[in-house]
């Protein structure tokens, strides 16, 4: 039987980068297929070469036995290959069910359409609204678009790049029986994570790549986690120490915060309050879609609320206050999305810089100084090991791992007296997602208050020193992290609590 997918020998290179070297691999039909590596190994670069998003230098692919020469993905999907981005490829200005339809080679039928998407959707544990407009839609409930327009072409080659960081740990568990099932029929997987406890539990093999170069393959299932990354990175990880927290004053306050979403498809947010102090980091765990990327708004003041006290800054009321003022009051910004909203994707680094850092030197009696900027910049991919072709590469010219890395960096330089980050280390390799998550538990121990939104509960637990969950625009009261488990905030995000009854047994509450 031939191999689903084989690679033999291909290299690709881009100016002053090698991003693939030589490589090679095979994928069985029905086998799940890990491909490892750090930001910048090239994964991504291997992936598009698969579904013909970009053409190879040298080397060649075969499909089932037989040569694909030169394609595109629209050959790839007649092919049976289907590919989730971790940059999605959505058109922001029609609905879900548009956007499936417009990757549709057949006849549809828009209502009919509509409805398998809602069923398939529900069925694979990642609900959607097959109507609602793209540019309403999270990060999150994009990636469940991209998964769910993959899933109604019945591959026979799916591939997945970072798919389970927007899900529950009750929704990831539904995922993987899933995938296995696709298996079991045939369909051969290749999965994208950094999450290596997922690789072992799912994977049947993993190929590791370090610096564009296959390193090794590793049964996942007979490999321990710690095995996998020194693979990966080559080196031994950094460990993460976290001290007990001092909390001070409040830095951030949020009193009966309750606003009406700004369309039908949005959440509404219901009397939110919680405060954050100087000195520790609150995470806000949840299902993509509840209320965060609301919230969210409200806090950085790219949405105001006419309440100004529902919002306090260092004890000044804020919630009229433009972003730029709110900045003024200490506050720094990590957007979810890194393309658009974190950063230009056709500017250089050192312009990016001056989106948010143009008060300290970068921009002098109103013109930019490109020297301040640009040393600005290197400070930060210096720091935070930045893989980039100088700081006059392009925002979009880097992986998505090392543009969140300079996106963090940048907002961390700004010493910020309360930062609000959301999916901080979201696509970001383990090596790399240390190195962030020690960074910001420093920043707060030296006294900055740091509010976290996270769809990834092995992280808030890795680094929060208290918790809140939000369900349908309602916040949770705090948990203390070391007084909760994975299992009740997993339930408390799907809108239900765990209770003991008499008797000592556990009972569900909704």
């Not at 499936?100 to 080679?105: D, E, R, V, Y």
């Not at 072409?153 to 990831?172: F, H, N, R, Y």
């Amino acid at each position: 039987m031939h191999p689903r997918l084989e690679l033999r020998n291909i290299s690709k290179r881009y100016p002053g980068v090698v991003a693939n070297d030589d490589v090679s691999l095979s994928i069985q039909p029905g086998e799940i297929h890990a491909v490892l590596g750090e930001n910048g190994a090239g994964k991504s670069t291997l992936m598009k070469i698969i579904y013909g998003a970009a053409q190879a230098d040298s080397g060649e692919i075969y499909c089932d036995g037989n040569p694909i020469a030169a394609h595109n993905p629209a050959t790839s999907r007649a092919l049976g290959i289907e590919m989730v981005y971790q940059h999605f490829a959505l058109f922001e200005s029609v609905s879900v069910v548009e956007n499936i339809a417009l990757s549709t080679s057949s006849a549809f039928h828009l209502p009919s359409l509509a409805e398998k998407i809602r069923g398939l959707s529900i069925r694979y544990g990642m609900p959607i609204d097959p109507h609602r407009q793209v540019h309403d839609l999270s990060v999150g409930e994009r990636q469940r678009v991209e998964i769910v327009r993959c899933l109604l072409q019945a591959p026979k080659l799916l591939i997945l790049d970072e798919p389970t960081s927007v899900l529950t740990p009750q929704a990831v568990v539904k995922l993987f029986d899933t995938l296995r099932q696709l298996a079991a029929e045939g369909c051969s997987i290749v999965y994208i994570s950094h999450k290596l406890d997922e690789v072992q539990e799912l994977c049947d093999t993993a190929t590791v790549l370090r610096n564009g170069k296959v390193t090794g393959t590793a049964r996942p299932k007979e490999t321990t986690s710690l095995e996998l990354a020194r693979m990966m990175v080559g080196s031994k990880l950094p460990e993460m120490h976290v001290t007990p927290s001092a909390p001070g004053e409040p830095v951030l306050e949020v009193k009966n915060l309750t606003t009406k979403a700004r369309d039908h498809f949005g959440v509404d947010l219901k009397d939110v309050s919680f405060d954050v102090r100087g000195g520790e980091i609150v995470g806000l765990a949840g299902v993509s879609g509840n209320g965060q990327a609301e919230l969210i708004a409200l806090l950085s003041g790219e949405r105001r609320h006419a309440q100004d006290d529902a919002i306090k800054i260092n004890g000044t009321p804020a919630a009229t206050l433009r972003p730029d003022e709110r900045r003024r009051l200490g506050l720094a910004f990590v957007p979810e999305e890194r393309l658009g909203r974190g950063a230009v994707p056709s500017h250089t680094l050192w312009e990016n810089t001056v989106l948010t850092a143009h008060r300290f030197g970068t921009v002098r009696k109103g013109l930019v100084d490109r020297r301040r900027a640009s040393a600005f910049a290197a400070g930060i991919t210096d720091r935070f090991k930045v893989k980039a072709n100088g700081v006059g590469a392009t925002a979009q010219s880097l992986s998505g791992g090392n543009l969140q890395k300079f996106i963090v960096g940048r907002e961390i330089a700004l010493a910020p007296k309360l930062l609000l980050v959301s999916q901080p280390t979201w696509g970001v390799d383990v090596g790399a997602s240390a190195f962030i998550r020690q960074t910001i538990v420093d920043l707060s121990r030296a006294g900055t208050a740091v509010f976290v939104v996270s769809e990834e509960l092995d992280e808030l637990f890795e680094i929060c020193d208290r918790l809140l969950v939000i369900c349908q625009g309602r916040v949770s009261p705090p948990l203390v992290r070391t007084s909760t488990d994975r299992e009740e905030i997993g339930l408390l995000m799907t809108g239900r609590t765990m209770s003991k009854d008499r008797s000592g047994d556990v009972a569900l509450q909704d």
